[in-house]
């Protein structure tokens, strides 16, 4: 088991340059260990990328279903 913080759950959220990686440490090991604030964090770092414009609302959407089911599983 990982400890996760929102800089690492963020790029399992979305495409990022260390997607890859990240997603490949979350394969070898599934477990997650994650702050109480991290979902806060995560939450928070979608919504500066849909206010910048880096997101529409429908890839927003699907951003913070993804982390739904990654944080709670």
């Known amino acids: 088991m990982r400890f996760w913080d929102a800089s690492a759950v963020v790029p399992a959220l979305v495409r990022e340059s260390k997607t890859r990686e990240i997603l490949s440490l979350l ?7 994650v702050w109480w604030t991290t979902q806060v964090e995560c939450a928070s770092a979608l919504s500066c990328r849909l206010a910048d414009g880096t997101f ?3 890839h927003f959407d699907q951003s913070v279903d993804r982390m739904a089911v990654l944080l709670n599983e």
Do not use: T
């Open 56 to 58: 529409d609302l429908r």
């Open 27 to 33: 394969r070898e090991d599934e477990g997650m260990a």
